[in-house]
Nanobody
Framework: QVQLVESGGGLVQAGGSLGLSCAAS????????MGWFRQAPGKEREFVGAIAWSGLSTSYADSVKGRFTRSRAYASTSVSLQMNMLKPEDEAVYYCAARGRYSRAPSYRLCDYRYWGQGTQVTVSS
């Protein structure tokens, strides 16, 4: 069983930056891709970005491309999400997620992720 804990959420002004971190523990291997999703009030949870087990392959939602960056050291159980040029529409609860063991490739689909963190709030003031 993998446990995920996010940190780094908070309040930021539009145009500002914020970094999120996710630490995974438990399980017998770190060989799984990890993703970030977000959910705003009244909306469905949506894909933000994902990174492969190796840290060498990433994917992003079009809405955050060029503004958000994921990083992960090779085979690390910790990932980060650097968010720049934040917009009010980025405000949401951000969730870290991990795929099952040996599912090394990043995915944009919620159903591909087996483990989820509790979420961290990101608030963007205009």
């Amino acid at each position: 069983q993998v446990q995920l804990v996010e940190s780094g959420g908070g309040l930021v002004q539009a145009g500002g930056s914020l970094g999120l971190s996710c630490a995974a523990s438990g399980g017998t291997s770190s060989e799984y891709a990890m993703g970030w999703f977000r959910q705003a009030p009244g909306k469905e949870r949506e894909f933000v970005g994902a990174i492969a087990w190796s840290g060498l392959s990433t994917s992003y939602a079009d809405s955050v491309k060029g503004r958000f960056t994921r990083s992960r050291a090779y085979a690390s159980t910790s990932v980060s999400l650097q968010m720049n040029m934040l917009k009010p529409e980025d405000e949401a609860v951000y969730y870290c997620a991990a795929r099952g063991r040996y599912s090394r490739a990043p995915s944009y689909r919620l159903c591909d992720y087996r483990y989820w963190g509790q979420g961290t709030q990101v608030t963007v003031s205009s």
